[in-house]
Structures are given as structure tokens and as C-alpha cells.
């Protein structure tokens, strides 16, 4: 099982979006006209979008993003977010376009370097992948997603030292330690030192009932990809 990059999806907020979801007829429930209902609008579009690219509703995800763009057609962020649901529902070329359109609005936004960095990697573009991760970290040097991408990227290429000073970085932030700690276990894994690997893994499963992992499928899947390799490599073992 192979390790899945970090994508980031812009201005994630605490809405609720039940009557939006259950309603067939999405765009119609969004004509503001004040400024500050625009704005409510325009959260819980964000918000909407991003809990129906969760459950693989991705045209409707893009039809609420159309929306915002068409309404903002200079936010870098909803062009990012756009271009993120793009890439999960298969379609990587609309998602690439998506990504340049953003960081030409604005170049200083690190995840949209992220992503599009994960694209590069998805088409085995590696030395481009990697030259966006760092432009991600050089914008945001405490951007843990990037630090693991990136570690995860230099293990693709068996940069297995440099993969795991990345990771090491990444740990010193207190955040998405379980994933890390998978990563950096899977790296020595590959590496041959099976013996930090299975430390490693171990403390990957132990972190993620502290771990602050949006939803269960998440913390499931990635128990399931800790199990794959930890039985993989006790595989080798026997």
C-alpha cells in the first residue's frame, strides 16, 4: 500500500450544511444580498463543498466552488479548493490548470505549492514535486503537511536520510504525530533498519487515538496502512 500525499483544502469552518445537503437543488440556496450575509454565504459554500468532496460528491463539491468563483474570481483559495476536488474525482489536468490559476493570484500561497506539488508526484514528477514542497516551506516553514509530503516524496527518490530529517522536522511541530510516525517507520522499513521501522509503527498506532484526525475513516485507514506494512515486514522476518 502506498502512501498518500497531504492535500490541503482552504478556510475549513465549523458550519452546518444538513439543510444544504439534503436539499437536490444546491446553488439555490445561496442568494445573498448584503455584504455580510455574501460572507455567511460564502463560508458555508466553502464549508458545503468541502463535506460533499468528503463523501465523493464531487460535482456537486464543484458546483458550490463555480459558484464562489464566479462570485470571486480572484480568490486564489476557492480556485485551490477547486482544483483539490478536481484532482480527487480523477480529473488531475483540470486540477493542475486550477493550481497555476491560484498561485498566479496568489504566489504566495502555500497550499496551493502543495498540491500541485502532490500532482507533480502523482505523474512521476519528482524533481518538480520536490522544488514545490520547498517553495510550500519556504512560505510556511511550520507546515507540517508539507514536511511529510516532502519526506515521503525523497523516500520515492531513496533519499532515505534525507526523508527522514524531514519527518524528524515534522514531529517538532505536535501535530499529525501518528502519520509521521508511519511515514518515518516506513522509510526505515525501506531503508532495511526493520528495527526502528517496527518501533516506529508501533508508536504510530498507539498516536492515533490521541491524534487529532478528522474523521474515523481517516484514523481507519491509516491503522490499515500501518497493519499492511508492519505485516509486510514481519513477512520478511519469518
Known amino acids: ?109 502555500a497550499s496551493a505549492y502543495n498540491n500541485r506539488a502532490n500532482y507533480y508526484a502523482a505523474c512521476g514528477e519528482l524533481a518538480d514535486a520536490i522544488a514545490d514542497y520547498y517553495q510550500a516551506l519556504d512560505l510556511n516553514p511550520s507546515y507540517v503537511r508539507g514536511w511529510i509530503n516532502l519526506g515521503i516524496t525523497l523516500r520515492e527518490l531513496g533519499n532515505y536520510a534525507e526523508a527522514i530529517e524531514n519527518l524528524e522536522v515534522a514531529l517538532l511541530f505536535d501535530q499529525l504525530e501518528s502519520h509521521i510516525l508511519a511515514e518515518r517507520g516506513r522509510t526505515y522499513h525501506l531503508w532495511g533498519d526493520w528495527n526502528c521501522a517496527i518501533a516506529d509503527y508501533h508508536r504510530a498506532v498507539i498516536a492515533i487515538d490521541t491524534d487529532d484526525i478528522r474523521t474515523q475513516h481517516s484514523a481507519s485507514s491509516l491503522r490499515l496502512q500501518i497493519e499492511t506494512w508492519l505485516d509486510e515486514l514481519i513477512g520478511l522476518l519469518n
Do not use: W
Not at 14 to 23: A, E, F, H, M, R
Open 1 to 109: 500500500m502506498k502512501s498518500q500525499p497531504f492535500f490541503v483544502f482552504g478556510e475549513p469552518q465549523d458550519y452546518q450544511c444538513k439543510s444544504v445537503l439534503n436539499n437536490t437543488s444546491i446553488i439555490q440556496k445561496f442568494h445573498p444580498h448584503t455584504e455580510d450575509e455574501i460572507a455567511i454565504a460564502d463560508r458555508e459554500l466553502r464549508t458545503c463543498a468541502l463535506k460533499y468532496a468528503q463523501k465523493g460528491h464531487y460535482i456537486d463539491a464543484i458546483a458550490l466552488l463555480s459558484q464562489l468563483i464566479n462570485r470571486h474570481p480572484r480568490n486564489a483559495v476557492d480556485y485551490n479548493n477547486q482544483g483539490l476536488i478536481y484532482f480527487q474525482s480523477g480529473d488531475s489536468q483540470r486540477a493542475f490548470c486550477d493550481y497555476n490559476m491560484a498561485l498566479q493570484l496568489d504566489p504566495k500561497l
